[in-house]
C-alpha cells in the first residue's frame, strides 16, 4: 500500500502564484462600469481595492510572487496534506486511486484564508483601516475576520440571512475574531432597505449581501470592499493549493486523469485545478478538470454566457460571465457558499472554450457521499464540499465499472464541524432535493443589463 498522507516542508512551500491568465487561449471580456456600460480602468476600481490587487487582476504575468509576510502567514496551515483515500477506495472496491487536497486545516476551517490573508495585507499595505465583505455559509467571512485581525483592521461582514439563522455558530466564530456581523438583507444600507421593502422575508443572496458590503465600502476612504471568490487575483492566490498539490503527487509518483472541485463563486475550483492546466494547455497533459455546482445553483450547467451584474442592486462591475441572472434568489440549501448566481469569468471562458467540464447534483447524494467519506476518512465535509466527494465517488464507480485504472484528485475545501444542523438534516430524513425551475431560470435571464 502507497503512503497514506503525504506532506511538504515549509522550503517546499509556494513562493510564488500561478495566473492561468497567462496561458488561456482566450482571455474574459473586459469588465464594464455598471452605469456607462464602458471597460472600467484602474481607477473605476480604485475606490474600494488597493492598486497591488488591482495590478493583480488585470496582469497576465504567469508567476506573481507571493509577498514575505503573507508566506508567513501561510505557514501557520500551509502546506497543507494530500490524502490517499485508501478506506474509500476499499469500500467502493474501485481499481481507481482517491486523492484529496484537505484545506479544513487552515484556521477557519476552510481555503478561504489563502486569498483572505493577502486581500488584507494589500489593503493594509494601502493604508485602509476596515473591510467589507459578504458571506453566505460563514466560511469567507470567518477567514476575512481573521485575516483583519492578524493585520489589525475592523471587518464588517454582511451574512446572508438563511445562512445567518441556519449557521449561527459561524456567526460566532466571525464575532470572536471582531467582526460585526449583519444579516443581509439589511436596513443598514440603502441597497438592503430597498431590498426589504420588496420583500421583507426576503432569505437574502450572495447578491444581495455583496451590494450591501460594496455600497458601505465606497462611502469611506478609509475602507475597502474584499471578495472571497469570483475576481481574478481570488483565483491566483488560490493557485497555492493545485501547486502543493502537483509537487505532493509528484513524491507519491502520481498524477491525476481527472481533478474534482465543488464550485460556487469558483475559486476552490480553480485554486486545485488551474496550475494542472498549466500542464494541459503548455504541455498537452491529458487532464480533465471538474467542477461540480448544486442542481438549485446551477449556473455554468444551466446558466447563460452573457455579461451581469456581479451584485443584485447592480452597483458593481458587469462582469462576463456564466449566470442565472442577478436577480436570482436561490432557494436555502445547506451548501450556502455555493449559493452565488454568477461565476469566475476566468472558470466561465475555460467552461466556454470547452477546456474544463461541469455538472450538477442535489443535495441529498452529496451528503449520501459525506457520510459514506466521514465513515471511511475520518473527515466530516463541508456541505459544499460534499459536492466534490459525491463526484470523485462516481468518478471511482465509473472507473470500477469499465475495470480501468484511474488517479482522482479532489479538493476537500473545508470542515463540516460548524455544520452539524445540516448533517441533523440528513440523517432525520428532513434534508429535500430541489432542482431550480427552467421557467425561474429563464424569467431571471430576462433582466440582464444591455450591453451593446
Known sequence: MSETKILLTEKEAPTSWYNVMADMPNLPKPPLHPATKKPIGPEDLAAIFPMDLIKQEVSAD????????????????????????HRLEKALDTPAKIYYKYEGVSPAGS????????????NKKAGIKRLTTETGAGQWGSALSIACKFFEMDCLVYMVKVSYHQKPYRRVFMQTYGANVIPSPSDTTESGRKMLESDPDSPGSLG??????????????????????????????????GLEAKAQLEKAGDYPDVIVGCCGG?????????????????????????????????????????????????????????????????PGIHAGGLRYHGESPLVSQLYHDGIIEAVSRTQRPCFEAAVIFAQTEGILAAPESSHAI????????????AGEARTILFCLSGNGYLDLPSYDAYVSGKLEDYEYPDSLIEESLKKLPVTE
Not at 281 to 292: N, P
Request: glycine share 6%.
Open 208 to 241: 444581495m449581501a455583496i451590494s450591501e458590503a460594496v455600497e458601505v465600502a465606497a462611502q469611506r476612504d478609509d475602507t475597502n470592499y474584499s471578495l472571497g471568490s469570483v475576481l481574478n487575483h481570488v483565483m491566483l492566490h488560490q493557485s497555492v493549493i
Open 111 to 122: 481555503h478561504k484564508p489563502n486569498t483572505a490573508i493577502p486581500q488584507a495585507y494589500y
Open 62 to 85: 504567469r508567476w506573481i510572487e507571493i509577498p514575505e509576510e503573507v508566506q508567513e502567514i501561510y505557514k501557520l496551515w500551509r502546506p497543507s496534506p494530500l490524502y490517499r483515500a
Open 266 to 330: 469558483g475559486s476552490n475550483f480553480a485554486g486545485v485545478s488551474f496550475p494542472f492546466l498549466h500542464d494541459k494547455l503548455t504541455k498537452g497533459a491529458k487532464v480533465r478538470a471538474v467542477a461540480v455546482e448544486p442542481a438549485a445553483c446551477p449556473t455554468l450547467t444551466r446558466g447563460k454566457f452573457a455579461y451581469d451584474f456581479g451584485d443584485t442592486a447592480g452597483i458593481v462591475p458587469i462582469l462576463n460571465m456564466y449566470t442565472l441572472g442577478h436577480d436570482f434568489m436561490p
Open 390 to 401: 459525491r463526484v470523485a465517488i462516481d468518478e471511482a464507480l465509473q472507473a470500477k465499472e
